[in-house]
């Protein structure tokens, strides 16, 4: 690892970009996580002798600082006390529904907030210990919100951004939040506080106005007081729609082996003239419920025929000590069971229901084989998964049915943009892709590729940090 002080851009994220494999004969090596973060901000990190701050994902799991493929990794510890409050706690019961609208109550605790203060700081801390002088450090999401300002604190030096990965509720939601103002006052210690909307950042600069006063943000600008009468610093607050390796999707879903495997998925499903699709965590704020009341519906009134169509739902573990997500998994296993014990055949299921998650090859032969996506989520930051499907589509077919309420819906907007809360709606435009001409889903999905390409995560990585550095050194000519 370089000098532990010579890093000149730190990334800082709940989790490292690796996961800690045990072989069963007890040796442990790391795998390089899947997801676009680590893909966007690799070339920066080699560039600039990047660091990168986090969790290995184990409690009780005390590591130094290692390499792993060119990349500087700074592990924080946790317990298993700190995982099971800052992180199921106070991230995943407090502020996960509280910023997806409150479609499941959010849980207040004053020692998951406590937990949440305590990991906050241990993250600033191992921040600062490896950033060099007028360093970059990048923040990432609703699990580290207090860092930006205690780093400002102890490294007044740091060009500070952070980026939120989920919404930003609006203020009548987020007022609910016991600890709203520290909250608030800890994004403000960034130089640049990027969010996946334009909503979600009008909507924290309200929060600054009601909490601070209405002469404190002009346009994306906030004014941020020193908290010891020194000169006041501007920050910025303005949305940077995420993205996906658009180029390396695209390549992977062209290989022979990637064709192959899609007819032969078509063909174990029984080769159905129609295959829909829906891929998520299983999480309450992905609509999975509602897609499948629509679904079922459909099946009911005689629109679907099984053997004629089929619903492949995808749905990786996710959360599954918290309380409202074993709930959920409970309901979501009890409907499926229900509609394939209804409509099911001998040689043909309704509905193909995979309860874990796969590798990206698969899931672009996945992608390739659906004539259909259902993005039905109630809220949600981006939806990546969208710009998947779009970004595997190279024959120019399929169909896209989007939530208005997904991120990916600003920019997307050939696809079949939905309110999952209307059925009704939803089954109209179920049926409306069933019967699309070939004609339309090529130039619909011709534009929605356009649309990914020119905006991929390199792009999103770029635009946010050249005008991070504009911004920091905007407010330090002040």
Known sequence: MTDSSQNDFIVVSNRLPVDRVVEPDGTAHWRRSP?????????????????????????DLELEPFTEDGIDLVPVPLSALEVQRYYEGFSNDTLWPLYHDVIAAPSYHREWWEAYQVVNQRFTDAAAEVAAPGATVWVQDYQLQLVPAMLRAQRPD??????NHIPFPPYGIYAQLPWRRQI????????????????DAGNFTRAVRRLYGPTTTKGTSIRVPSPDGGPERIAIAKAFPISIDVASFEELARRPETIERARQIREELGNPTTIMLGVDRLDYTKGIRHRLKAYGELLRDGDIEVGDAVLVQVASPSRERVA???QLRDEIELTVGRLNGTYSTISHSAIAYLHHGYPREEMAALYL??????VTALRDGMNLVAKEYVACRHDDDGVLLLSEFAGAADELKNALLINPHDIDGLKESMVKALRMPKKERASRMRSLRRRVRDNDVSSWSDSFLTTLRQSADAARSM
């Open 35 to 59: 997801g676009g973060l680590v893909t966007a901000l690799e070339p920066v990190m080699r560039a600039s002798e990047g660091a990168w701050v986090g969790w290995a994902g184990k409690p």
């Open 184 to 199: 608030v006052e800890g994004l403000l210690g960034a130089d640049l506080i990027g969010f996946q909307r334009v909503a």
């Open 369 to 374: 084989a659906a004539d259909i996506m259902l």
């Open 158 to 163: 740091l060009v500070i951004g952070f980026f």
């Open 324 to 326: 409202a997500y074993m």
